[in-house]
């Protein structure tokens, strides 16, 4: 390694100027219409789970930004959310003791679980 190279970042820690993303990615099955579209984009995050037939992540590294940002685009709910890993921890340990509504309830009269100020990330 050169000098110039001891001036780049040298991991993935953010502290030390590396690229580690400082959110994960969460899907809001409330919400989620079990469509499969970010299923088949972001194939190493996203997975439908089988009994409520929604998707959920599976992997936090599985696919870069780009492709996870894909794939929300894809989203035709807007149900998949980029969370601070706090608020991701609290809203997977919420999504334990959830109980899913029908599909059959239009989506903008399903009860959400996730914050207006997470909507907007
Ligand atoms: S694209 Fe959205 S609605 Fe479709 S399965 Fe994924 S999270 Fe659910």
Request: charged fraction near 25%.
């Amino acid at each position: 390694m050169n000098s110039a190279d001891s001036s780049q970042p040298n991991g993935f820690e953010p502290e030390l100027g590396g690229i580690w993303r400082q959110k994960g990615v969460f899907v809001d099955e409330n919400i989620c219409i079990g469509c499969k579209h970010c299923t088949h984009v972001a194939t190493n995050t996203f997975y439908i789970e089988p009994e409520y037939g929604r998707a959920r992540v599976f992997n936090q590294d599985g696919d870069i930004e780009e492709l996870i940002e894909e794939a929300r685009d894809t989203c035709p709910v807007n149900c998949i959310h980029w969370l601070d890993y706090t608020e991701l921890k609290q809203m997977e340990d919420a999504r334990r003791n959830q109980v899913i509504q029908s599909l059959a309830i239009p989506p903008a009269m399903r009860r959400s679980q996730i914050s207006p100020k997470s909507r907007s990330k």
